[in-house]
């Protein structure tokens, strides 16, 4: 028996060649070949909680139906902003609607 890589557990191996074990975790060979009243009392003893007994999951603050924004925009109101969006970039562009000469530097 030896400890594992981590050193959080023990490691059983049987080194004789008929065994048909090769390695198993303390955990392990307990569950396999402990019986189930020795499991139970491995587990009790090797499995710790950290949380105290009257531990209650978080709970959201907001409740769900409120949780959405509190003005949602109507489709005519999206449609405005999107509108007047492309406005806004149309103007800032040449006056040929964003057309690019193709030639943008002159010939010498």
């Known amino acids: 028996m030896f400890m594992g890589k981590e050193g959080n557990t023990f490691i059983f191996k049987c080194f004789l060649p008929q065994?048909?074990?090769?390695?198993?975790?303390?955990?392990?060979?307990?569950?396999?070949?402990?019986?189930?009243?020795?499991?139970?009392?491995w587990r009790k003893a090797s499995w710790t909680t950290t949380y105290e007994e009257n531990w209650f999951p978080i709970k959201n603050k907001v409740p769900y139906k409120d949780r959405r924004t509190?003005?949602?925009?109507?489709?005519?109101?999206?449609?405005?902003?999107?509108?007047?969006?492309?406005?806004?970039?149309?103007?800032?562009?040449?006056?040929?609607?964003?057309?690019?000469?193709?030639?943008?530097?002159?010939?010498?």
């Open 19 to 41: 065994c048909s074990i090769n390695s198993l975790h303390l955990h392990e060979l307990i569950k396999r070949y402990g019986g189930e009243d020795l499991f139970q009392e």
């Open 70 to 108: 509190p003005h949602r925009k109507t489709f005519k109101e999206t449609q405005e902003l999107k509108s007047a969006a492309l406005q806004i970039k149309i103007e800032g562009e040449n006056p040929n609607l964003g057309a690019t000469h193709p030639h943008p530097y002159k010939p010498v």
